[in-house]
């Protein structure tokens, strides 16, 4: 039997999230997108409200929620805005590689206070020289005695300049690929530890992005993520959990796009008439809710997938490239349809479009999600007209 149905918790989680995009984001988004300073504020609201830190356990204090309901709140925030929803949902994000690797102690040690006040977790695989090729990492960790010493760069650290802790990944000196990569958490206060200026960005500008600099950094060993050298499964574990968060960015902003798009529709002439009447735009309006809603049924089923423990590594990257591409174009349509004047920084279609493009790039890119799927196809997918075929 197949349910679409939200429960009454997951209706109320909703309409709460979205009650706090309306009344906290939407009044303050265009300040902090003209500003790019950082949004604590905002942040320190959703905190009190139980709108952050989603994921974490009830045994440590956090919300004990599912990758679903996270799903519900994000799709709400990020229709107000993208770049204080990618902030927001960054403690998921860094907590993801503990919660999948971590011991009970780890979980407490390291999550447990940032349930107790607003304190910020950050992640990075990224680096200046790769971001797609994971196992090609380069920042590396020796261990010395009790301690792991790191070196090198990580790059585009999302809320990297406020963070207190860094779920991250390091190969051990000597070793290549996937062999040797190290999942550990550092304390941003480590020396060594070096934190760059935040990166000027074209959207979600009220996120913050930074390069950190690991330069002998000292980390003792018990931060170490399940076994030395065998961490790149604990990466690849998390992009499974975040992809489907990613694709409800994506149905959020698509959604406020269209409305947008709709409303302009209704009330914009031309040759003597709303350009609603006109059937060009009824259409694109008609593709911008046929991509809302299967982005929004591909992402519920990945994150359902993920809740219920279930391998959902395709179903995530399905739900991510389709949400995030169909997210594009729906973002490009509205701001067509406001022509001219959706090319100014007066309307939001123009914020919506900017912020869109990250998106197809971060978690993976569209193509990285298409690799992942095509190598499925091409070796695990069983064909239905097997012996037919042969
Ligand atoms: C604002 C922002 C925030 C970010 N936050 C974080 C964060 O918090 N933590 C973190 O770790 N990272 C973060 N990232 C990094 C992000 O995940 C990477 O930018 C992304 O994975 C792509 O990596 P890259 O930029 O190195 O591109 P590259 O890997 O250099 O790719 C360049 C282009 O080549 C394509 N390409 C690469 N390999 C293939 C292939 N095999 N087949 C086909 N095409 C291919 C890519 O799709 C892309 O179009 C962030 C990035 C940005 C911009």
Redesign the pocket.
């Known amino acids: 039997m197949i349910d679409f149905s939200l429960t009454e918790e997951q209706k109320k989680l909703q309409l709460k999230a979205r009650e706090f995009a309306i009344n906290e984001i939407i009044p303050i988004s265009r300040k902090y997108d003209q500003s790019g300073e950082f949004p604590q504020d905002v942040l320190q609201k959703a905190f009190d409200q139980g709108l952050m830190n989603t994921i974490f356990p009830k045994k440590i204090g956090g919300p004990g929620l599912g990758i679903l309901d996270t799903c519900l709140i994000v799709e709400e925030t990020a229709a107000a805005d993208p770049g204080i929803t990618?902030s927001l949902f960054?403690n998921c994000?860094g907590a993801e590689p503990i919660l999948i690797g971590g011991t009970k102690e780890q979980i407490n040690r390291f999550l447990k206070p940032l349930t107790e006040e607003l304190k910020f977790i950050?992640?990075?695989?990224?680096?200046p020289?790769?971001?797609?090729?994971v196992a090609g990492l380069t920042a590396t960790a020796r261990v010395e005695g009790d301690e792991l010493i790191l070196n090198g760069r990580?790059?585009?650290?999302?809320?990297?300049g406020v963070a207190s802790l860094l779920s991250?990944f390091c190969r051990l000196e000597g070793t290549k690929r996937h062999e040797g990569i190290t999942g550990i958490v550092v304390p941003m206060n480590t020396e060594g530890v070096k934190v760059g200026k935040p990166?000027p960005?074209m959207g979600?500008r009220a996120?913050n992005?930074v390069m950190v600099r690991f330069d002998e950094a000292r980390v003792p060993l018990e931060n170490i993520l399940g076994e030395l050298g065998k961490g790149f499964p604990i990466a690849i574990q998390t992009f499974a959990h975040t992809r489907p968060t990613i694709g409800a960015f994506a149905c959020g902003m698509a959604r406020a796009s269209m409305e947008y798009a709709i409303a302009y529709a209704k009330r914009r002439k031309a040759f003597d008439s709303k350009i609603a009447n006109f059937q060009a735009i009824q259409f694109m309006i008609a593709d911008m809710k046929i991509n809302v809603d299967a982005a929004r049924l591909l992402t519920w089923k990945a994150a359902w997938e993920a809740d219920q423990g279930r391998d959902n590594t395709i179903s995530a990257s399905i739900a991510k490239a389709f949400a995030t591409d169909s997210g594009m174009k729906t973002a490009s349509d509205a701001l067509q349809i406001f022509g001219g004047y959706g090319y100014t920084t007066n309307y939001l279609v123009e914020k919506l479009f900017r912020d869109a493009k990250?998106y197809q790039?971060?978690?993976?890119?569209?193509?990285?999600q298409?690799?992942v799927i095509g190598r499925y196809m091409l070796s695990r997918y069983t064909p239905i007209f097997d012996k037919t075929l042969t």
Do not use: C, P
Request: proline fraction near 0%; aromatic fraction near 8%.
């Open positions: 990618t960054d994000l950050a992640f990075a695989t990224s680096e020289g790769m971001g797609s090729d990580k790059m585009w650290v999302t809320n990297g991250t990166i960005k979600h996120s992005t990250l790039i971060y978690e993976g890119t569209s193509q990285i298409r690799m």
